[in-house]
């Protein structure tokens, strides 16, 4: 388990460098940036705290705490994830809105231009 302890250790240092090089380069933005950062965080957490695993696994009826690490990671991602197809979902109907908008914008100018030659032709 001290192996795997590394390697969520490692993980988790990684995402946090890659998260703040990514945001200090302007890549991803700082509101996004938390999630990850949060994300990390708690496996960092995780990774330090033996004693916090063996709590969880046995809260979680686990009796191979590594399991209980994998699930604890994927439901931690899964809940960034989450997040981020909420985002994406909002940033969609705006973006549908925005089309129509232009639409319906370009719709008046073309019937102004129209109705002006009319007027003078």
């Known amino acids: 388990m001290d192996r795997m302890m590394t ?5 988790s240092l990684t995402i946090i460098v890659l998260v703040l090089t990514s945001v200090r380069r302007e890549h991803i933005r700082v509101e996004y940036s938390v999630s990850w950062l949060i994300a990390a965080v708690i496996l960092l957490i995780i990774s330090l705290r033996q004693d916090l695993v063996q709590w969880l696994a046995s809260t979680m009826g686990v009796d191979y705490p590594p399991v209980a690490i994998m699930m604890i990671v994927f439901f931690v991602f899964l809940v960034v994830f989450y997040r981020f197809s909420i985002r ?17 914008l370009e719709y008046y100018l073309k019937s102004g231009h129209e109705n002006e030659k009319t007027a003078n032709g």
Do not use: P
Request: net charge positive; hydrophobic share 75%; proline share 0%.
């Open 7 to 11: 390697v969520l250790m490692i993980f």
């Open 88 to 104: 994406i979902s909002a940033l969609k109907d705006a973006n549908v809105a925005l089309a129509q908008r232009v639409a319906i």
